[in-house]
């Protein structure tokens, strides 16, 4: 029970990893709530996780200012409190790759980088009134790798905008942790590698899977349940001196200097 105490914000949890992060949370004693921009998924998701604890769905499109500020306050109303919050959301299992376009690439921003900040901007003033507390942002192992079967006629710049908008996430963590540290917010990033979540299975072809788990140190394929420690670790007191910190957690297939 190392949350005991805590009220949690999961954003994107209606499915995938996002859930698997709340029912973690749940069983160690956090009170969670699960934001996400499909009421189904969402209301599915509490409706499952209903067994393992206090738990309540927020609709709230992270991309939306406004949108952010209302889930904020409902979640106050609801728990009394915010002490965590995991900027889990991104488009993933929506994303189009084939859109190179620049308007996609600002979308893809706007959810999976401005996003995180603007869910970052709404909850700080509720962590800086508990005196404290954790960010968790979420990148991918996909932002530090080059990888794209380019043509080998020039075609045209492409868009790069889910590794590039991941790696924003990374500079948000290293300045907003920065900044908040003097109020008692950490803020901390988790760079998970290829897991097998929905999501995984529709934009990531089987054998590919294969091939990554091939390179991997540990030779082990991720599941959504093997990014839950590091995410109660940011969340907890274990790492009460952690912060501005960006975490592969892949099986060992990027190791940054
Ligand atoms: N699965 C992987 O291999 C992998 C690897 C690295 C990083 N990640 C990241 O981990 C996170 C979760 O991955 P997943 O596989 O569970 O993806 P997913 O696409 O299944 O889940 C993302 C969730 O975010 C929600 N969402 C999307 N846009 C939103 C918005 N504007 N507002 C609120 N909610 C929104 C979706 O409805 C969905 O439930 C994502 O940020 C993803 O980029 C995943």
């Known amino acids: 029970m190392r949350l005991e105490g805590k009220v949690a914000i999961v954003t994107g949890a209606g499915q995938g990893i996002g859930k698997t992060y709340a029912r973690r949370f749940l069983d160690e004693g956090a009170r969670v709530a699960i934001v996400d921009i499909d009421a189904g998924r969402g209301e599915s ?3 499952e996780l209903a067994d393992s604890g206090e738990v309540a769905f927020v609709q709230a499109d992270i991309s939306a200012e406004e949108s952010t500020e209302n889930c904020v306050r409902q979640v106050v109303e609801r728990f009394g409190q915010v002490d965590v919050l995991l900027n889990n959301a991104g488009i993933y299992y929506d994303m189009d790759y084939g859109d190179q376009s620049y308007e996609y690439l600002r979308q893809v921003f706007d959810i999976n980088c401005y996003g995180a900040w603007l869910m970052s901007k709404a909850a700080t003033p509720h962590l800086v009134e508990r005196g404290g507390g954790s ?8 932002a530090y790798l080059y990888v794209k079967n380019s043509p080998t006629e020039f075609s045209g710049i492409s868009s790069y905008a889910y590794p590039w908008s991941k790696w924003g996430v990374v500079g948000l963590t290293k300045m907003s942790a920065g900044e908040l540290g003097r109020w008692g917010i950490r ?11 929905e999501a995984t299975r529709k934009q990531v072809p089987e054998d590919r899977i294969a091939a990554i788990t091939a390179m991997s140190a540990l030779k082990r394929t991720l599941t959504p349940e093997d990014l839950t420690g590091t995410a109660v670790f940011f969340a907890s007191e274990d790492s009460a001196l952690v912060t501005g910190q960006m975490l592969c957690v892949d099986a060992g297939v990027v190791m940054p200097g």
């Open 45 to 47: 998701a509490a409706a």
């Open 135 to 142: 960010i968790i942002n979420v990148s991918s192992t996909g």
């Open 187 to 197: 803020v901390n990033c988790i760079a998970p590698g290829v897991t097998v979540s």
